[in-house]
């Protein structure tokens, strides 16, 4: 039933996929007769050939006589015939617009080897301008706080102004740091000027001219808009070359920052951060869209980027003050009000918006001017919505803590608010605000204090941390709850804690005490490690008595445990009895009172 004539129709689109799903819509569509056979047979011919470009021979005849027939599948046959002729007809530049076609691929061609083009002139004067970061450092020990761990060695990238930015985990802790250009083997000595932990962010300087020589200075430039492309050059672990990862922006919202457990706005993208990129500049259109600083643990591909803006706040702050001077805040802990039940009890109109206030820091100079049950409406003018959100860019909402966090210390803010079903506008002055304890304690070494072998250290949370990775679980649970939740009562205020026992005959009997936190010396409550140190030094009875957590008291012979401290010193081989803050702040009360 063959004829003999036959046509040869080379396909354009050869996509594998698409052949195989059209090859597939054809069987399924067919019945199992003879004639669909020989058709089946044919259109296998065509799919397999198209797939690598190659011609097929199709019997015209054979065509003809199944349109005539009973099956009237043959009409996707046919169209499948029609669709490898004009195909052919656009390959040749005929009929069907295939000048058009052309002229559009071109075009596109062209657009996209111009973006090339320019990316890879913005990576090249990237990789004159970054610079490696080799960091001394040497890390204090919480629990043995007159001991330090060992020294290690860290990477980081830099984007130089006659300044070097990095992040401030490269150089935490640092006892001597140098720096390397790109393509140079000479490494030179470099200063820390400023460091800003809460923003993970380092200024360095560099005093040689000869570093300077033939380095371009990075613009910065605006936040990238989502799904906007950006390249992060960076040094990461497994090789000794600069690399250069691509990846779009998926996300901008304030985050965590893991080194300074502050929540500022960073920007999510979907390249590689791995350790080593730290510090590397972020690159869009020329200019530096953010610093490499974390990535999500987990996950893979996701990092973030310290976007401009918080760069430039540290940057003006260094400028103006010669040193880093930290993140505004409220000192407010606010909850939403997207319940209507809650907005008609505090008297929201349907209008209305905002978050009300549950919690007010002490320290704070709202704490002077704002109540609790406030209902927060608008900050500077701009609505706060019930989820504590505001306004930001082309349909997108950030917290309005960024909106806080943006002000330079001792700014004021307008901050209008719902009381008792009344509007009231207020002028609050803000400024940073540091926590009853401390989330961080780099670049410097830890307080302590050893009376007969008991050991007394202001509670951080680094000292929580050695308790492991999972130290939330395995700290002691009223100190993990204080750390995270407390607020402090007064400037300078601290929860001092007995850590262990160095055990002695002086001693015997209260091991079994450590991990809890002193309230009392003498009867006297305690301020801070200073303050107990000075109750205990200046003793005049016979006896001194530590009261504890849990109404648990200890009670010392305070001739007998002084002769004691200096054995137990030696024996463990501690240098001090007290930290170097505590020894300073000594001599200086004792200048004081000499003058």
């Given at each position: ?372 049950d406030d209902i927060i409406l608008t900050f500077d003018g701009v609505p706060i919505a019930n989820d504590g959100t505001v306004p930001f860019r082309n349909r997108e909402r950030i917290t309005f803590d960024y909106l806080v966090s943006m002000k330079k210390p001792n700014e004021t803010a307008v901050v209008k608010v719902l009381r008792d079903g009344k509007e009231c506008e207020f002028s609050i002055t803000l400024r940073p605000l540091q926590p009853l304890v401390p989330v961080h304690q780099f670049d410097k070494l830890p307080s302590y204090y050893i009376f007969a072998g008991l050991v007394f250290v202001p509670l951080t949370q680094p000292y929580l941390h050695e308790y492991g990775e999972d130290w939330y679980n395995t700290s002691p649970r009223r100190l993990c709850e204080r750390a995270l939740r407390e607020l402090p009562k007064k400037a300078g205020e601290q929860l001092v804690v007995l850590s262990q026992v160095l055990m002695d005959d002086i001693n015997a009997g209260y091991e079994r005490l450590a991990e809890l936190q002193v309230k009392k010396v003498n009867g006297v409550e305690i301020e801070n490690l200073k303050h107990l140190c000075q109750i205990v030094e200046t003793c005049s009875n ?54």
């Amino acid at each position: 039933m063959l004829g003999s004539t036959v046509r040869t129709v080379r396909r354009v689109s050869s996509s594998s996929n698409h052949n195989v799903l059209l090859k597939e819509s054809i069987l399924k569509r067919f019945n199992n007769t003879s004639t669909d056979r020989i058709l089946i047979s044919k259109a296998n011919n065509y799919v397999s050939s198209s797939s690598s470009s190659s011609t097929t021979q199709i019997n015209k005849n054979n065509e003809t006589h199944l349109r005539n027939g009973e099956c009237c599948t043959t009409t996707l046959a046919s169209h499948v015939l029609r669709n490898s002729k004009n195909n052919r007809q656009r390959q040749r530049g005929g009929g069907g617009g295939g000048g058009v076609v052309r002229h559009q691929q071109q075009q596109k061609k062209t657009t996209t080897t111009d973006r090339e083009d320019k990316d890879r002139d913005a990576i090249e004067l990237a990789l004159d301008s970054v610079v490696k970061i080799f960091t001394v450092s040497s890390s204090p020990n919480y629990i043995l706080p007159w001991q330090n761990k060992s020294q290690r060695e860290s990477m980081g990238f830099v984007i130089p102004g006659r300044k070097i930015i990095t992040n401030a985990h490269v150089v935490a802790d640092h006892t001597f740091v140098l720096v390397r250009k790109h393509g140079s083997p000479t490494k030179y000595r470099a200063e820390v000027q400023a460091v800003g932990h809460e923003c993970d962010l380092a200024l360095l300087l560099v005093e040689s001219q000869d570093f300077w020589e033939g380095m371009n200075f990075l613009e910065l430039g605006d936040i990238p808009f989502l799904q906007q492309a950006v390249a992060v050059v960076g040094y990461p672990q497994g090789g000794d070359n600069i690399s250069v990862t691509k990846g779009v922006v998926s996300r901008v919202e304030p985050t965590q920052y893991v080194h300074g457990a502050t929540q500022l706005m960073a920007i999510q993208i979907d390249a590689a951060i791995n350790p080593g990129n730290s510090g590397g500049p972020a690159i869009m259109a020329n200019k530096v869209a953010g610093v490499a600083f974390q990535n999500l643990s987990g996950a893979e591909n996701i990092g973030y980027i310290i976007p401009v803006p918080v760069i430039k706040h540290f940057l003006d702050g260094v400028e103006e003050s010669g040193k880093y001077v930290g993140f505004c805040s409220l000192g407010l802990v606010c909850q939403p009000t997207e319940n209507v039940q809650l907005r008609n009890h505090f008297k929201m109109l349907p209008e209305m918006t905002g978050v009300l206030v549950s919690k007010i820091n002490p320290l704070s100079d709202a704490y002077k001017i704002l109540k609790k049950d406030d209902i927060i409406l608008t900050f500077d003018g701009v609505p706060i919505a019930n989820d504590g959100t505001v306004p930001f860019r082309n349909r997108e909402r950030i917290t309005f803590d960024y909106l806080v966090s943006m002000k330079k210390p001792n700014e004021t803010a307008v901050v209008k608010v719902l009381r008792d079903g009344k509007e009231c506008e207020f002028s609050i002055t803000l400024r940073p605000l540091q926590p009853l304890v401390p989330v961080h304690q780099f670049d410097k070494l830890p307080s302590y204090y050893i009376f007969a072998g008991l050991v007394f250290v202001p509670l951080t949370q680094p000292y929580l941390h050695e308790y492991g990775e999972d130290w939330y679980n395995t700290s002691p649970r009223r100190l993990c709850e204080r750390a995270l939740r407390e607020l402090p009562k007064k400037a300078g205020e601290q929860l001092v804690v007995l850590s262990q026992v160095l055990m002695d005959d002086i001693n015997a009997g209260y091991e079994r005490l450590a991990e809890l936190q002193v309230k009392k010396v003498n009867g006297v409550e305690i301020e801070n490690l200073k303050h107990l140190c000075q109750i205990v030094e200046t003793c005049s009875n016979e006896s001194v008595r530590f009261d504890l957590d849990d109404e648990r008291v200890i009670v010392l012979n305070y001739h007998l445990a002084k002769i004691a401290s200096s054995k137990i010193l030696r024996r463990h081989r501690i240098p001090s009895a007290k930290s170097d803050d505590l020894i300073d702040e000594q001599n200086s009360l004792e200048v004081g009172l000499a003058c």
